[in-house]
Nanobody, 122 residues
Framework: QVQLVESGGGSVQDGGSLRLTCTASVATGNRYCMAWFRQTPGNERAFVAYIRTDAATTYADSVKGRFTISQDNAKNTLYLQMNSLKTDDTAMYYC????????????????WGKGTQVTVSS
């Protein structure tokens, strides 16, 4: 089993930055697509970004140019650097993993963390 734990959320002003971290329990490297999703109360989980096993990245249009997804395989760690934050970025952020293949659909992913809250104030 894969266990994922998010951290790094908090409250920032519009235009500020945060870096989210997701740590995995097992020292397994590049065999998973790793992704970030976000969710607000009463809404479905929405795609943010993913990084493939070959390190190629894909972003939702709403975060393109502002967010950067990366990973450190030696530390079993996934990151989401968030710059130029907007109030619409306020959400619970989740990391997710699926063997080999990536998707922008939350239903595809096999493993999930419990989430970390990001709040952006105007």
């Amino acid at each position: 089993q894969v266990q994922l734990v998010e951290s790094g959320g908090g409250s920032v002003q519009d235009g500020g930055s945060l870096r989210l971290t997701c740590t995995a329990s097992v020292a397994t490297g590049n065999r998973y697509c790793m992704a970030w999703f976000r969710q607000t109360p009463g809404n479905e989980r929405a795609f943010v970004a993913y990084i493939r096993t070959d390190a190629a990245t894909t972003y939702a249009d709403s975060v393109k140019g502002r967010f950067t997804i990366s990973q450190d395989n030696a530390k079993n760690t996934l990151y989401l650097q968030m710059n130029s934050l907007k109030t619409d970025d306020t959400a619970m952020y989740y990391c997710a993993a699926h063997p080999w293949y990536c998707s922008g659909s939350a239903r595809v992913y096999s493993y999930w963390g419990k989430g970390t809250q990001v709040t952006v104030s105007s």
